[in-house]
């Protein structure tokens, strides 16, 4: 994030170099900053002679440093930004000699999604040089909620732990995705104001109450009808709410659960330090850990690895979500 606050403060301030190399396996990032060069290093009149967007299933290297070499037409710089570029990756070396020898006046983007260029190359050490290298790293889940608060307190928004948690559980870790769920919210909640839970059930739909994050609460309280009433619900809305991902979440939380226990430092900071949470929700784990001694915990796990299998049909063709539900629930509590 301060990488690319760096390269839009100098594209502002005029700093605008002749090859940006933007890679990596996030690619909220790489669009964000492709889009801002093509609106911020040309005039809406200049782009129609000076703008040039091509994709990398269509052209070729050879193509791409013959349209670099161009000139522009009565602007400072022509912009030419290559999608897709990841698709020139056997030959993407071969842009080597153009970057040794830049056109000062072209501005070349290059949008390398999914992939990473290779650091020891002598492409990258070029780019390096002459350039600017940014790569989109995939943030870890339990980065994703910091990453919504500051997105949201950067638009003037702020926003409840739990919401932030209920959207990363439902949108996963695609910061793309999160961004466009973001912008929803934007449109219906007034400024400075906070987003619940229930704005996030109301705008995007996903059931403030009936998730798993609070089947995680109800389980790690041994609360078996708050948990059961969930799972039934699951299992009608099967769609919504897939095996796989309850699993996986479980799976995580009681590993952490197992870290908890293995802790020295109980306290609050130490625990949200070494589990990687938002201090938040360390009285859940203080909890949990009452109901659920190591050894369980281990038998937890096994069991939730065991399920993860039937999940996968391996010796359960013909269990149902709903019954995979209540045999991880029996098993678990």
């Known amino acids: 994030m301060d990488e690319a606050k760096q390269i839009v403060n100098d594209v502002l301030e005029g700093r605008i170099k002749p090859i940006y190399f933007l890679h990596g396996e996030e690619v909220y990032y790489i669009d964000k900053i492709a889009n801002f060069i093509v609106e911020n290093v040309l005039s809406e009149a200049e782009r129609g002679f000076n703008q040039i967007v091509l994709y990398g299933k269509d052209v070729s ?3 791409i440093i013959s349209n670099a070499k161009r000139y522009p ?7 030419i930004i290559i999608k897709e570029a990841q698709h020139l990756s056997r030959t993407i ?3 080597t000699s153009y970057v040794e020898n830049l056109q000062p006046t072209t501005v070349l983007v290059i949008c390398y999604k ?3 260029l290779d650091k020891r190359k002598k492409l990258y050490k070029s780019i390096q040089s002459n350039g600017v290298i940014f790569e989109g790293k995939k943030l870890y889940e339990n980065q994703v909620s910091d990453w919504i608060r500051k997105v949201l307190k950067n638009k003037g928004y702020g926003i409840s732990p739990k919401a932030s948690v209920l959207l990363v559980e439902y949108l996963g870790t695609d910061l793309s995705k999160i961004d466009k769920e ?3 919210l934007e449109l219906v909640l007034p ?3 906070e987003i619940t839970p229930s704005d996030i059930e109301e705008h995007i739909g996903i059931s403030k109450d009936y998730n798993n994050f609070e089947l995680k609460k109800a389980i790690g309280e041994r609360n078996v009808q708050k948990a059961t009433k969930i ?3 699951f299992a009608q ?3 919504d709410n897939p095996f796989v991902l309850t699993i996986t979440l479980l799976h995580s939380f009681f590993n952490q659960l197992l870290q908890y226990h293995g802790l020295n430092d109980h306290s609050p900071k130490s625990v949200a330090s070494a589990l990687r949470i938002n201090p938040y929700f360390v009285g859940e784990f203080q909890i949990a850990a009452k109901n659920y001694p190591m050894k369980k915990v281990s038998k937890i796990i096994s069991h939730l690895r065991e399920m993860d299998l039937k999940g996968k049909g391996v010796g359960a063709q013909a269990a149902t979500q709903s019954d995979l539900l209540k045999e991880l629930l029996v098993k678990i509590i």
């Open 182 to 184: 973001i912008e929803k």
């Open 237 to 239: 809305n099967p769609k």
């Open 191 to 193: 400024k400075n104001s």
């Open 231 to 233: 799972i039934n619900y």
């Open 61 to 63: 290297i050879e193509d």
């Open 73 to 79: 037409m009565m602007a400072e710089h022509q912009v």
């Open 114 to 116: 999914y992939k990473k």
């Open 93 to 95: 070396e071969n842009l």
